[in-house]
């Protein structure tokens, strides 16, 4: 599988502190492997659109679509709690 990030994502990740920013990188490399580790937490967030939702920390989410065999991250938030 193959990740890329949207312009929109990539904007929100530099604009992330430096931690969260390493959280995510070890977070999309889990992804990449297996969309389905448990540290990510993922889910069906958007069943029209085929968003998916996974963890970055308790505080911070990623957002995803699988198309074929590439994982676009549309955007990066932190967790309305």
């Not at 890329?4 to 995510?24: G, V």
């Not at 490399?29 to 968003?51: A, G, Q, T, V």
């Not at 998916?52 to 679509?65: G, L, S």
């Amino acid at each position: 599988m193959k990740g890329i990030l949207t312009k929109t994502a990539e904007k929100q990740y530099l604009k992330l502190p430096k931690q969260i920013q390493s959280l995510f990188d070890k977070q999309i490399d889990f992804l990449l492997k297996d969309f389905r580790h448990p540290s990510l937490n993922s889910k069906k967030y958007d069943e029209k659109i085929n968003l998916w939702q996974a963890r970055v920390d308790c505080f911070y989410r990623f957002y995803f679509i699988i198309q074929g065999n590439i994982y676009i991250i549309v955007s990066i938030n932190k967790h309305p709690k």
